[in-house]
């Protein structure tokens, strides 16, 4: 009944929930125009990899907080409140400490001190989220985890008194501390919030399969554009920082389908029910899949109007290609992450990284460019997406590509 009610709660509001998508990318993205207008390419490119590291520490910090949380609110076991706090608030800041001083000797040219705090600050807005979609607020909890933090960074931009990294990611943290704020009020006066924290609910701990896989995402996301800071000129990282963000268009569907299909895929797993768990999954790809698609039409349409420069339509055509194929096996991650098998998408994120890392290496700075990072990124993220696709198909019996969706409508069980 349970898995039912969420999976018609999720086709009702795929559509709502792509058009709040697509209005957070949109205002993502005038953030970082606006801010590449305000400070300069050069200066937006060397911001554009401090918050990449402080998106990266956010995920490591969180001992995998965010993805457990939604899963056991969502499966029927509860969290306990003790779990909540631990995992929340106390263990990230443990953790956040120790990490300080080595950053430091390691790294000493980098604002770590508010690089940390702004990935505590990341990650606390993150778990509030998995705690308000468990709630049932599905579009609430998209704007606060997806846009509060870059609309935080904006804001820490124009109210800055000195426009440098550290101080920048300080100020920005006082609006997404007043983000956090609100949104742990709605939670605790949620009328259902006392039916989720259970005495003897899920424990505190670390979810080392979901920390992993989300420290391995968080990097997957953001290594190119972090490499790139040490490959290219500033400019050259703003510029290619900027198509990423159009390209990523194309991607805007993934996020929708995943935060849509989550809540029934994890239902339908924890009561063992296949065929649910197959509907839940096609559904999935359905909503990443066909919008990506059309996205991706469009921007290859608009091409000449994004940039005029040979090098950069190249750089986009490349990174468009890249999240149309991220779309085809969207419904992958999800399923491996809340179905027990979180250990895939860990080895397989790992995987990718290592590879754009090793081909970096071997080809140099020297013949890389703009072109040749946007192709190495986008193989190594593909044939990541392959992998886990047919891991997950091998050990579950599950095809979770789009294709399968469109192949038929209904359902499609394979057993292994």
């Not at 998209?142 to 109210?159: H, N, S, Y």
């Not at 990284?353 to 071997?362: D, E, F, H, Q």
Request: glycine share 10%; hydrophobic share 60%; proline share 4%.
């Amino acid at each position: 009944m349970m898995i039912a009610k969420l999976t018609k709660f999720a086709q009702q509001h795929a559509v709502g929930a792509m058009a709040l998508r697509a209005a957070i990318v949109g205002l993502n993205f005038a953030v970082m125009i606006g801010l590449a207008a305000y400070l300069g390419l050069a200066a937006f490119g060397a911001l554009a990899v401090v918050w990449g590291l402080a998106l990266v520490a956010a995920t490591v910090l969180s001992l995998g907080g965010p993805l457990m949380l939604l899963r056991h609110l969502t499966d029927g076991r509860g969290v306990s409140s003790l779990a909540i706090i631990l995992q929340v608030m106390l263990a990230p800041l443990v953790l956040a400490g120790l990490a300080y001083p080595v950053l430091c000797a390691v790294f000493p040219d980098l604002p770590w001190l508010p690089i940390l705090a702004m990935g505590l600050g990341i990650n606390l807005v993150t778990c509030l989220a998995s705690i308000m979609r468990a709630l049932g607020s599905l579009q609430m909890s998209m704007a606060l985890r997806d846009a509060g933090p870059q609309v935080a960074l904006g804001l820490g931009v124009l109210t800055s008194p000195y426009l440098i990294d550290g101080a920048i990611l300080i100020q920005g943290l006082f609006w997404l501390g007043l983000l956090a704020v609100a949104a742990a009020a709605w939670c605790v006066h949620h009328p259902e919030f006392d039916g989720l924290i259970r005495p003897r609910g899920e424990p505190a701990g670390v979810a080392w399969s979901l920390w992993g896989t989300a420290i391995l995402g968080m990097g997957l996301a953001q290594v190119d554009i972090i490499a790139a800071g040490h490959l290219l000129t500033p400019e050259q990282v703003g510029i290619y920082a900027l198509l990423r963000r159009i390209a990523n268009l194309v991607a805007l569907p993934i996020s929708v389908a995943t935060w849509v299909s989550a809540a029934p895929v994890s239902a339908a797993f924890g009561a063992g029910n296949h065929v649910q768990l197959q509907r839940a999954s096609v559904k999935g790809s359905r909503i990443a899949f066909v919008p990506a698609l059309v996205l991706f039409c469009i921007g290859l349409v608009a091409l000449p109007m994004i940039t005029d420069s040979i090098q950069g339509r190249w750089v986009f055509i490349v990174l468009l290609t890249g999240a149309l194929v991220q779309a085809v096996f969207a419904s992958s991650f999800t399923v491996a992450t809340l179905c027990a098998q979180a250990h895939l998408a860990a080895l397989t994120r790992l995987s990718s990284i290592l590879i754009y890392v090793t081909a970096v290496w071997i080809i140099g700075a020297a013949v890389l460019g703009p072109v040749g990072n946007a192709l190495i990124y986008v193989g190594a993220i593909s044939l990541g997406s392959f992998g886990l696709w047919l891991a997950v198909w091998q050990r579950m019996g599950l095809d979770t590509s789009a294709f399968v969706g469109l192949r038929r409508r209904g359902i499609v069980w394979r057993h292994s």
